[in-house]
């Protein structure tokens, strides 16, 4: 093995070195599988699949095909004779076709485990499920023999939430999920004896943040006598499942709720999953939210992804769609299938009420979550160019490099208002006071240039720079104007990973406003200072991975020249649908879009739920 040339990190060959010195082996092969197993660790694979690694070495691993030949003939048949998958305690565990690092295994069992046994939960459907239904939806329209009515998805999916103690909920951008989980948390506080105790989460403090806003505005639209103890504050999940330094660290609390609301669940690791799934209590509801077709977490796993892989098929057993029927008068026969006890569970939202059917946002999103490259090919053609002038709700810029005069002028306009007011304070030697504040993050949110990478001339920090000199910022230090991110909880201060503040200038001098929701769910403003914030970035441009659980009303969509491995389907899919309005895709090459489009990630793991009703 020469080290120099593998495409391996030094904590691959390291653990595998380990492994040897611990237990020695004889087979080169059993060496090379331990280093693989911790390299696809690395690449966010809750194992290396075997038979994938057999048929095609290069997708599995996701390595040039140079590196194709360096690989050992047979290689994943030695997994049968490793010897570092003997007794409970092994690091690897080969389970089938997979082979583990024993830590991602038992988080894997841990999870099915868990789902098994709460979908095998017996839960009394109240007799007034019917009327309570038709109390928060409208009833359905009567189908004719020439027309057939689609279902209301958000209706099967209250019930549905309403008979079991794990229910889950996908759908994309604008299907309504937040508006989904106001009624059925009504639904349910309507059939209980007593007020529910409940918990709203979601993986980031934006995300946290914005469903509790959807929340607080959702629970206006309900019949007066079901809005009261709604919860309109959702909290991080490091903070409900008490997360510090590690996941590991300590054991999950076990939390004394009845209902637990998970949101944006697709962000969501393997570890964090197993340790909010031993957490909340049998007896409780644990509903999960997310867009099974975003980017997975960045941690090992995509959970969410896995446990929702047939939601578009729907796989309802007869005995279901006759329940549905009878509770709900909706007709899901089309969606009808031998589908797995966890499909009985889950829901998937399809039509969206941000996008409508001629929306060129909606297309683009679509076609690029088909794999249509086609079609995205004919959408890209079809694209005007950006202009200040140009009210077209998708343009396109193809800069030279990521610092295009083009991008700039397109910053430069999108934070003129911001820049206006900020001129205004400093001309009248003024200072920002709560409502000012609140009203400058507002249109903070309103515009952002997202990337796929952080370093090259496309990337975060090289666009962060560009772009504050356009907007005559200065490079380093704090100034009025700079927007950040937080990239660290931060529990002394009441901050989280992903929470955006704005330097401003306050009474008592530079200070940070974040946005913070007071007791009654009236926003106010948290003003810290600068000298306090230890793990923050500028956020002038953030990547796709940090935007999710996010939305604004204009997005720049900055891709890289060339096709790089982070660039696939799931980022441009997740990168467009931030954008709730106008969407500007900023593209040196076109090439570099079309492979994207065919580059899906393919993410191993075992976490499938094939035990059939």
Not at 236 to 264: F, G, I, N
Not at 329 to 354: F, I, Y
Not at 367 to 389: C, H, I, K, M, Y
Not at 442 to 469: D, I, M, T, W, Y
């Amino acid at each position: 093995m020469n080290e120099p040339e593998l495409p391996l990190t030094a904590l691959d060959l390291a653990f595998a070195r380990y492994l040897q010195q611990a237990q020695p082996s004889e087979d080169v092969r059993h060496i090379w599988l331990a280093a693989l197993t911790s390299h696809q660790f690395g690449r966010g694979h809750a194992c290396l699949d075997l038979d994938l690694l057999r048929q095609n070495g290069v997708l599995a691993l996701g390595w040039e095909a140079r590196w194709q030949t360096i690989l050992p003939p047979d290689l994943a048949d030695a997994a049968s004779s490793l010897p570092w998958c003997q007794g409970e305690a092994s690091p690897l565990v080969l389970d089938g076709e997979r082979l583990y690092l024993r830590r991602n295994w038992l988080a894997e069992q841990a999870i099915r485990a868990s789902i098994l046994a709460r979908l095998a939960q017996p839960c009394v459907v109240p007799d007034g499920l019917a009327q309570a239904l038709d109390s928060l939806f409208d009833r359905p329209p009567t189908a004719s023999a020439e027309t057939s009515v689609a279902p209301d998805w958000q209706k099967v999916a209250c019930a549905l939430a309403a008979r079991g103690r794990f229910t889950l909920i996908t759908g994309g951008p604008g299907t309504g999920k937040t508006t989904t989980v106001v009624r059925l948390l009504a639904l349910l506080q309507s059939q209980a004896s007593r007020p529910l105790r409940i918990a709203l989460a979601a993986p980031t403090g934006k995300a946290a943040a914005r469903l509790g806003e959807s929340i607080s505005q959702a629970i206006q639209r309900l019949p007066l006598a079901m809005q009261a103890h709604i919860p309109t504050q959702a909290q991080t999940l490091h903070k409900l499942l008490q997360v510090r330094a590690a996941v590991l660290a300590s054991a999950a609390p076990q939390l004394a709720l009845d209902v637990v609301v998970v949101d944006e669940a697709s962000m969501i690791d393997q570890e964090l999953m197993a340790r909010l799934i031993a957490a909340v209590p049998l007896s409780a509801s644990l509903i999960l939210l997310g867009d099974k077709d975003q980017l997975a977490s960045v941690e090992a796993g995509a959970v969410m992804g896995q446990l929702c892989a047939g939601a578009q098929a729907g796989g309802y057993s007869a005995e279901t769609v006759q329940w549905l029927q009878r509770h709900t008068g909706q007709d899901v026969r089309l969606w009808a299938g031998a589908g797995s006890v966890l499909a009985q569970q889950t829901v998937m939202l399809r039509h969206s009420h941000r996008f409508a059917a001629n929306s060129l946002i909606g297309q683009w999103a679509s076609a690029v979550n088909a794999g249509d490259r086609q079609a995205v090919a004919a959408l890209w053609e079809a694209t005007p160019r950006w202009s200040n002038t140009q009210e077209t709700s998708v343009t396109r810029l193809q800069p030279a490099s990521g610092s295009d005069a083009g991008l700039a002028a397109l910053v430069l306009a999108a934070w003129q208002p911001t820049l206006a007011s900020l001129l205004a304070l400093q001309a009248e030697s003024k200072v920002c006071d709560d409502e000012q504040a609140l009203l400058l993050l507002k249109a903070l949110g309103r515009f952002q240039v997202l990337c796929a990478l952080r370093e090259g001339p496309a990337g975060v920090l090289a666009l962060n720079r560009s772009l504050a000199r356009a907007l005559a910022f200065p490079l380093e230090g704090w100034y009025p104007g700079r927007p950040v991110m937080v990239t660290r909880n931060d529990y002394n201060l009441g901050l989280m990973n992903g929470d955006v503040g704005l330097c401003l200038p306050s009474t008592r001098g530079l200070r940070v406003a974040f946005a913070a929701a007071g007791p009654d769910g009236v926003m106010g403003v948290r003003w810290v200072l600068p000298s306090r914030l230890d793990a923050i970035e500028t956020v002038l441009a953030m990547t796709v991975h940090k935007s999710q659980g996010s939305e604004f009303d204009q997005v720049a969509l900055v891709l890289p020249e060339r096709m790089t491995p982070v660039l696939t389907r799931e980022l441009l899919y997740t990168g467009i649908t931030r954008a709730k309005s106008q969407l500007t895709l900023v593209v040196p090459q076109a090439g570099v879009l079309r492979q994207a489009v065919a580059a899906k990630i393919l993410r191993s793991g075992g976490l499938n739920m094939e035990a059939k009703t």
